[in-house]
Structures are given as structure tokens and as C-alpha cells.
């Protein structure tokens, strides 16, 4: 899984001037429904991790709107709320507005190994350590990446498969995801950055190409890549 230890000071990005911010406050208002929601039962969950978002920023929730959204406006990282129910973690709450091609109601009440499902090989690799993690848990995070074809940030669903292998105009998209004990329940954020191969000095792009080349086939044919 590559999960690190994390120094909670460093946890959240609070820069207020980050233009994802902006984006997000226009995508809470114009597409709602698709980057919020809250399971049954999955109130007090959303509200506990809420509050530790805004304590963690110094800040308290104005209580005009839900308390998820109000906390998810505080910072640049996507908020996912996990709680323990019928002996497995479920995405319970979430604020997601740059998800990576996958529709958060597809998602919610879904136990994290099934959200992964769509992975290659994730249940029979990861499936049981994964809930090992999260029974055991202190605070961690991870790094993932990809590469996609389209820049944009918000992308709910899969694009039509690339008719070309990844190359030099394509896009680096970047997640640093963290794992955040709340009480009884986790705090799942994502903060992700996107960045032009063709900005990238040559030896890491050449590095970030190849690896993309050298992907398993199921591998590359979930990240939408076509292979040379």
C-alpha cells in the first residue's frame, strides 16, 4: 500500500489563495449532488471529521451548510468520511470534487476493498491487509499517480479510451492521500495536483513515460492506457 507515517502538521493545505479552492466553492454550488453526499446513518461520522478539519485549521464551522462541505471549503483536499459497520469500512461521507474518472455515488456505502474492485488484483493483494490498516490505525499517507489525456481536476467519469499510448502532451496527475484516525472513524483526504508531462525536466518525464509503458496489461487497460 505504501503508506508512511505522517506528521499531522503537515496534514491539510489551507492556502486560501489556491485556485482549486475557488473551483471547489463553484462545484459544491453548480454540480452538488455529484460531489457530496452522506449515507444513511452516516451523520455523525461526516460531523466528527468536520470538526477535526476545522480544529486542525484553527477555524470553526459557521454552521450555515452542512458541516463536510463547510470543512471541505477550508482546504484544498477532498474529504472522505470512513466508518466501521457491519464488520468491514465504509465510505459513509464525502466531499470529492476532483475525483480521477470515478462517480462518488458509485462509491458511497461501499466497504474500501470493493471501492477498489476496479483495481487490478486489489482484492487478492491488498484486500485483507487493507482491513488490517484501518482496524490498527494511526495517522499515514500514500502517493498515487496516472496519467490522463485531460488536464481538468473534476472528472466523474471515464473518458472514451485514449486511441494513442501516453506521450509527451499528456498530463501527470498526482494524489497525496492521507489516512487520519477521528475518533471512531477515519478521515480519507486527497490533495491532488496536475502537471503537463512537457513541463517536466526530460529525465523524469522519459522515467514517468516508461514506467507507463511498462504497466501490466490490466493495469494499463484500467488507467485508460493503450499500449504501444
Not at 108 to 116: K, L, R, T
Amino acid at each position: 500500500m505504501g503508506l508512511r507515517p505522517l506528521d499531522l502538521t503537515t496534514w491539510l493545505d489551507v492556502d486560501s489563495q489556491h485556485p482549486q479552492r475557488v473551483l471547489r466553492e463553484e462545484l459544491l454550488v453548480q454540480r452538488r449532488d455529484d460531489v457530496f453526499a452522506v449515507a444513511p446513518g452516516g451523520e455523525a461520522a461526516a460531523t466528527a471529521v468536520a470538526q477535526a478539519v476545522a480544529t486542525w485549521c484553527g477555524r470553526r464551522l459557521p454552521g450555515r451548510d452542512h458541516p463536510l462541505v463547510e470543512a471541505a471549503t477550508l482546504v484544498r483536499e477532498d474529504l472522505c468520511v470512513l466508518q466501521r459497520l457491519e464488520a468491514a469500512w465504509r465510505l459513509v461521507a464525502a466531499v470529492v470534487c476532483f475525483p480521477s474518472r470515478w462517480l462518488l455515488a458509485d462509491k458511497m456505502g461501499q466497504d474500501v476493498v470493493s471501492i477498489h474492485d476496479p483495481v487490478p488484483g486489489y482484492r487478492q493483494q491488498l484486500g485483507t491487509p487493507t482491513g488490517r490498516v484501518f482496524d490498527t490505525l494511526s495517522p499515514r499517507w500514500r502517493m498515487n499517480w496516472t496519467l490522463l489525456d485531460d488536464p481538468a481536476l473534476f472528472q466523474p467519469r471515464m473518458a472514451t479510451t485514449p486511441s494513442a499510448p501516453p506521450d509527451e502532451s499528456w498530463y501527470l496527475r498526482v494524489e497525496r492521500q492521507c489516512l487520519v484516525p477521528v475518533a471512531d472513524y477515519v478521515a480519507f483526504t486527497i490533495r491532488t495536483d496536475v502537471v503537463a508531462l512537457a513541463d517536466l525536466g526530460a529525465p523524469e518525464r522519459t522515467a514517468v513515460l516508461r514506467s507507463a509503458a511498462s504497466a501490466p496489461v490490466d493495469l494499463a487497460t484500467y488507467r485508460g492506457w493503450v499500449s504501444r
